[in-house]
């Protein structure tokens, strides 16, 4: 009897071999497919995870989920991994690829009970991938990026199944403003939209949703370091950005030095001082505003720079600074004697502090050409935060993908079923023992509408049949499910669309991984056994009582 995949592999040298194996990895998949079924759709349910650090989180994204879950089983945990491509890669579909692949590997199962050999259905696999990529390009469709409302559509469907859907039209908004103000033509009709590096999301709890918004520069959790003395309002700032520290250098290494004479100590002053004014000289040359460091800034060099009417903010994060520079045009200069007039950021509109709750934010918004922002973020909790926050990373994803390659195809499990119905017509001119595996990988992808049908609580039957009696005679590839009432409608009345990128990579990551676990023959564990308790611990030192000892040792009273 084979134990349950997610246990431990409890005997370190215990080998099993080929359609064990395979067995065995197909049931971790499903196992793990079957965690985050439920999460799929408008209508789904939420999981509450208790994380590492004892906090609780409740989502329903597939990744979120899937990373905080420990499982021993190596198939387990390279389905995981699936799910944590497809969010670097693409964003959004994360639960969808786990359960396509988990449904991808059981209709595999069949053909290795009859013991078909893997590389004879990875082939079929490989074959039916092809053919669904081709169907996909057939049925999407061009957009026209400078659509906002189609493009404010295409978002909001695709975070429709998130938490946050009552509030998608704030999410789709802010998603879109994020993702236009950071993106850069390339030229050649490529665009560049980095929302890892250049969007800062900052979350302030209090305050209502709808307070949230795009910041047409960047907000940093800092004040100024006199709040007395400099100013917290200026409008049209000069900025120098530097990432050195404006204090006195210590020695590398211990440094000795010989005080002979007691002027000797006041000389040594002076010069740690004379050092520190040169400093600030060389940047006051340049008439700035704000000067901000990512070191330190020493008390003197406050002083110097307070006289002359500047502000100055320290020990500013590297990616923050980065971002600041992007926002007002500024160049982060390593040595002050380098500074030159063409690294003064001068595109910031207004430089401003203001209290938030406990805490001072220093604002640099206003922006003439700001290819960095910050999307505020507003609500009543922490976790309520956290949560709208990952649903606003996926709809900048989404709104990335569309940026990139403009192309919708239809959701609601449409996409799949045309792609199922399309794979059953040629499956019948495959000739050879391929015909069976292609068919049923045809079968797989309507795991898709139907994990949806029973998220709404419909009839799942009745509802599968009917869609599938729809897309045979061909009639309309956008017939698909409403996720929210289950009723079976055109998505593209609807508005129900995904992204074109998401879908094909939904299937080539889910038919890659099906492939390779397919392949597994062997699971040989190198892990040693543990040891009980207690064993192979050095014997504790014997201590020899009178009764032990051998009686001429004893000494005579």
């Known amino acids: 009897m084979l134990q349950s995949p997610l246990l431990v592999l409890q005997d370190s040298l215990k080998r099993e071999s080929g359609s064990k194996v395979q ?4 049931q971790a998949s499903k196992a793990v497919a079957d965690i985050v079924r439920t999460t799929l759709g408008p209508r789904s349910m939420l999981k509450m995870l208790l994380d590492a650090g004892g906090g609780i989180v409740v989502t329903n994204d597939g990744n979120a989920i899937l990373r905080e879950l420990d499982l021993a089983h190596p198939a387990a945990k390279s389905m995981i991994e699936l799910s944590r491509t497809q969010d670097e890669e693409v964003g959004d579909g994360t639960t969808s690829v786990i359960v396509l692949a988990g449904e991808m590997l059981h209709v595999a199962k069949a053909f290795i009970d009859k013991d078909y050999h893997p590389t004879i259905i990875c082939r079929a696999y490989n074959k039916a991938l092809e053919d669904a990529i081709a169907v996909l390009d057939k049925i999407a469709m061009s957009i026209d990026l400078k659509d906002r409302a189609m493009m404010l559509g295409l978002i909001k469907s695709c975070i429709g199944t998130k938490f946050t859907s009552q509030f998608g039209d704030l999410i789709a908004d802010l998603a879109l403003d994020a993702t236009t103000t950071v993106g850069v033509d390339l030229g050649q009709g490529l665009r560049e939209v980095d929302i890892k590096k ?6 302030v709890p209090g305050g209502q949703l709808d307070d949230s918004k795009v910041l047409k520069g960047v907000m940093i959790n800092k004040d100024v370091i006199v709040p007395g003395k400099m100013r917290r309002k200026i409008v049209n700032p000069r900025i120098i950005l530097l990432d050195c520290p404006l204090e006195y250098k210590k020695g590398e290494n211990q440094t000795n030095a010989e005080l002979v004479k007691e002027e000797d100590w006041s000389i040594l002053l002076k010069m740690e001082e004379e050092y520190i004014e040169s400093l600030c000289l060389q940047i006051l040359k340049f008439k700035p505003d704000l000067v901000i460091t990512e070191k330190g800034l020493s008390d003197l060099a406050c002083h110097y720079l307070s006289k002359a009417g500047v502000s100055a903010i320290r020990r500013l994060r590297k990616t923050d600074n980065n971002r600041i520079a992007r926002a007002c045009g500024a160049v982060i200069v390593n040595r002050p004697d380098e500074l030159q007039e063409s690294d003064v950021g001068t595109g910031a509109g207004l430089f401003e502090v203001k209290k938030i709750g406990d805490e ?4 640099i918004v206003d922006c003439k050409d700001p290819r960095a922002c910050t999307v505020l973020l507003r609500g009543a909790s922490k976790d309520l935060l956290n949560e709208v926050e990952r649903n ?5 994803a989404v709104a990335r993908n569309i940026i990139k390659n403009p192309k919708l195809v239809p959701g609601g499990g449409a996409a799949e079923l045309t792609v199922s119905a399309a794979l059953k017509q040629k499956s019948s001119s495959i000739e050879g023992i391929e015909k069976w595996p292609y068919e049923a990988a045809a079968v797989a992808f309507e795991a898709i509408p139907r994990t949806l049908a029973q998220n709404c609580g419909v009839n799942v039957i009745r509802t599968m049949t009917a869609l599938q009696g729809k897309h045979a005679s061909g009639e309309n590839a956008w017939i698909g499910i409403d996720g929210n009432t289950g009723v079976i409608s055109d998505m593209k009345e609807q508005k129900i669309w995904d992204a074109y990128n998401v879908k094909e990579q ?3 990551t889910a038919i890659e991984a099906a492939c390779m676990l397919l392949r597994i023959d062997d699971i040989v564990s190198g892990i040693k056994k543990k040891q009980a308790p207690g064993a ?8 020899e009582t009178e009764g032990d000892a051998d009686n001429e040792q004893i000494l005579p009273d």
């Not at 067995?23 to 197909?26: G, V």
């Not at 001072?360 to 604002?363: I, M, S, V």
């Not at 611990?537 to 201590?543: D, E, H």
């Open 360 to 363: 001072f934010f220093a604002y």
């Open 506 to 508: 939904t299937f080539k």
């Open 198 to 203: 250049y969007i800062k999301v900052e979350k």
């Open 23 to 26: 067995h065995a990895n197909i």
């Open 392 to 396: 606003l990373q996926d709809a900048m």
């Open 536 to 543: 192979g611990q050095a014997p504790k030192p014997k201590v």
